[in-house]
């Protein structure tokens, strides 16, 4: 029996043609979105670098450079003010009117006050109480020179001064209590005439022939102001030999400044100091030094004006400002400050072109957060908000 043997042969069965062959390449990623992001970045920093000037000038303030003028002061300084001041007393006593008002300036030779009625005799129109309120203001007179001289150092000079100003008010005081006082002539239709141009002022103090600026001292002045007291004359009766009004300069007049001594050196004889008076605000007078005068902590330093200011001839004690040293430079606001290689400087615009110029600082004005500068050039642009430039920008 033939048997055919079929062992050794192998089956193949067909394989599945619907089976699509693996793609390798879908498992790499795509570099393609990188590339993409890459070149939007590139492009916007190229674009935001090219319209710089375009974008960020809109944020940045420029002005242009002007020289500056800082004045630097000493404030709330007590003065006294010293005129030419004329007094013109009673020829006799009797009833006036007074023809010109207070104040108003006046040629050489026009009535100031008429008298109504004259008398021979001084007791008629002084009463007890007018001759006690005259010796108190001569006594108060003795006070303020016998308190100076006690507060003085006892130089000869001092001494002689003021024992001829005692002399003085001891002969205005007899004056007062003596009762046979030759009057003089008398005439019902006497008039007081100005003796020369001026503004009239009514107001006496007793001040009017103590400002000796050779003898005066910050002590006397603030004895002065301490003890002073301004009265208005009552013209409805006048009694001779007393104030009756005074002829001021309205030309010229001097201003003495108590400073203290440190600050001596900021006024030269001669220096034009800007000043500010109290009683005349908003106004800036300029003063000349005549001379500075030196009195242990403080000392004197005397200015001449030769400008009328409102109330200038009835004001004598006051407050007042004066410029003690000038500056000039570029005030600069801090924020327009920067730094380049440990230098401060600031950036200026040349030609469209943003450049670093370095400064020198002369003072910084903490009050207006500015600072005042030197080193530039007056009209240069400077930027003065830098947070928004770099050196080397370009702003339209």
Do not use: C
């Amino acid at each position: 029996m033939n048997r055919n043997s079929n062992t050794g042969n192998v089956v193949n069965f067909p394989k599945n043609r619907n089976k699509k062959p693996r793609n390798d390449s879908k498992r790499q990623p795509s570099l393609l979105p990188l590339l993409i992001l890459f070149l939007l970045i590139l492009f916007l920093v190229l674009f935001l670098s090219w319209a710089r000037s375009f974008i960020f000038a809109r944020f940045v303030d420029i002005e242009v450079l002007e020289k500056d003028k800082q004045e630097y002061w000493l404030e709330d300084l007590t003065a006294v003010i010293r005129r030419d001041e004329e007094i013109v007393y009673a020829p006799v006593s009797g009833k006036t009117n007074r023809l010109v008002q207070e104040g108003k300036r006046v040629q050489k030779g026009q009535p100031i006050i008429s008298y109504d009625q004259v008398s021979i005799t001084e007791k008629d129109f002084q009463t007890t109480d007018d001759i006690a309120n005259e010796i108190n203001k001569t006594l108060a007179r003795f006070e303020i020179e016998l308190s100076a001289l006690r507060n003085q150092d006892s130089s000869g000079a001092h001494i002689s001064e003021t024992i001829e100003e005692l002399k003085e008010l001891d002969s205005n005081y007899q004056e007062l209590v003596n009762p046979d006082i030759e009057l003089g002539n008398t005439d019902e239709s006497t008039k007081i005439n100005a003796p020369k141009p001026g503004i009239i002022s009514f107001f006496i103090d007793g001040l009017e022939e103590k400002l000796d600026k050779e003898s005066i001292t910050p002590e006397k002045i603030n004895q002065y102001k301490g003890q002073y007291e301004e009265y208005l004359q009552d013209y409805e009766v006048a009694v001779a030999r007393a104030p009756l009004f005074k002829m001021v300069d309205n030309h010229r007049w001097e201003a003495m400044v108590i400073v203290n001594s440190s600050k001596l050196s900021y006024f030269d004889e001669g220096k034009s100091v800007p000043t500010e008076f109290h009683f005349n605000q908003g106004d800036t007078l300029t003063g000349k030094v005549l001379d500075v005068k030196e009195h242990d902590d403080y000392g004197i330093v005397n200015l001449e004006f030769r400008r009328e200011i409102e109330d200038f001839w009835e004001t004598r004690f006051t407050e007042v400002n004066l410029v003690k040293n000038t500056r000039t430079g570029f005030k600069i606001p801090e924020s327009a400050l920067t730094e380049k290689d440990g230098q401060t400087g600031v950036y200026l615009i040349k030609r469209g072109i943003v450049r670093f110029k370095s400064i020198e600082i002369i003072d910084e004005l903490k009050a207006d957060d500015y600072v005042l500068a030197d080193g530039l050039d007056e009209g240069s642009l400077i930027v003065t908000s830098t947070f928004f430039v770099r050196e080397g920008d370009k702003l339209r």
